[in-house]
């Protein structure tokens, strides 16, 4: 199987699978309660997403757009570093979506689509 890289990792998570020639499978866990504090009161703790970016498919001028609104136009970037930018952005193939109070409940599911994903260091259980 193949090792996802791990591109933030704190009390929320980020991962990225390189799946083909530019092409890259995203897994993302979000501490909601972490990030919006009270705001988050009476909704879902977790947030799980997996997409896939494909800078082929993208076209240049979303590319553009992704690396200007990230801070990262004009510098010179790996594949991996462009895939996130885009994926930040939101030029992304959405496969899986899930909100939940329960970590363990998201992760199984969440595992379904990417087996080789693991949870967030700082991630309640």
Known sequence: ??????????????LALEI???KFAF???????DACGRDNEGYPRYLGDVAI?????????NIASAMKSCGWEGMPSTPIAVAEA????????????????????LAREMRQWAPGARAPSGAVK
């Not at 090792?3 to 980020?14: A, G, V």
């Not at 885009?86 to 409940?105: I, L, R, S």
């Open 86 to 105: 885009c994926y930040q952005y939101g030029v992304k193939a959405p496969m899986w979506f899930c909100e939940a109070d329960g970590f363990a409940d």
């Open 27 to 33: 897994v993302e866990i979000m501490d909601m309660d």
């Open 20 to 22: 083909g020639p530019r």
């Open 53 to 61: 970016v494909d800078l082929e498919a993208i076209g240049p001028s």
């Open 1 to 14: 199987m193949e090792k996802f890289i791990t591109l933030r990792d704190d009390t929320d998570l980020l």
